[in-house]
């Protein structure tokens, strides 16, 4: 018998991996597979099942799509939606509504906090805080020409970032190592390791304090 629990109204395709003391809450959809446009830029390749690892909660309404795994102890929050070949480690949190498109990498005991829009072709690494209702971009040229295939890309986040409610992150930046992005802020350009940043566009102030700093 399996040693997890399934809410009322769940689906679940075929092949779908669910690992021991998972917790799927009401009308979650596991291992769904893409409908993309004829338009769409995304991979149309088979996708292998999606996989949750154990201890992973997927709370009410949320949606996970085939080709993705998730590690163990994490959650989904309400409404949440996990697109297509995404890789999420160990005690990530994944907020009430929040969406992580497809292709994206997020590291462990990362937090995306409510309403977040993660785009696809981004790296979240290990430690990042991503406050309410951050916005991040992929595509400088929002559809137009053939030149934005090569140069589609969402922002890197290093180890330990903070980014603050409502903050807009342009596509292919980075920020640096336990950088401190403040609300609000328009990230136009790379930030560095350690840098306060706040405004739009966005200007680093000062570094963040050593108080502040994650223990190596």
């Given amino acids: 018998m399996p040693n997890y629990t399934v809410g009322e109204n769940v689906v679940i ?36 099942p999606l996989e949750l690892g154990e201890g992973t909660i997927v709370s009410t309404g949320s949606i996970v799509f085939a080709g993705t795994t998730v590690g163990a102890g994490s959650i989904l929050g309400d409404q949440s939606c996990v697109r297509e070949r995404c890789t999420l480690g160990d005690d990530v949190v994944v907020g009430r509504g ?10 462990a005991r990362t937090k995306i906090q409510a ?13 990042v805080f ?10 400088n040229f929002m559809g137009r020409t053939e030149q934005r295939h090569a140069l589609r890309k969402g ?13 807009v992150l342009l596509p292919g930046i980075e920020v640096g190592e336990e950088a401190f992005v403040g609300a609000g802020a328009v990230v136009v350009r790379n930030v560095p390791p350690k840098a306060v940043v706040v405004g739009n566009p966005a200007r680093q102030i000062r570094d963040v304090p050593d108080e502040e700093l994650l223990a190596d």
Avoid: F, H, M, W
Wanted: charged share 20%; proline share 7%.
């Fill in 115 to 127: 309403n977040a829009y993660v785009t696809a072709y981004s790296t979240l690494e290990d430690d």
């Fill in 13 to 48: 395709y075929p092949g779908t991996v669910i690992g021991d003391g998972c917790r799927i809450g009401d009308n979650v959809v596991l291992g769904k597979q893409p409908a993309l446009s004829p338009r769409s830029t995304a991979s149309r390749d088979e996708l292998p």
């Fill in 155 to 167: 922002p890197t986040i290093r180890r330990g970032a903070r980014v603050g409610g409502g903050a």
């Fill in 98 to 107: 929040s969406l992580v498109e497809n292709d994206t990498t997020i590291g």
């Fill in 130 to 139: 991503i406050a309410p209702c951050v916005v991040t971009t992929n595509d």
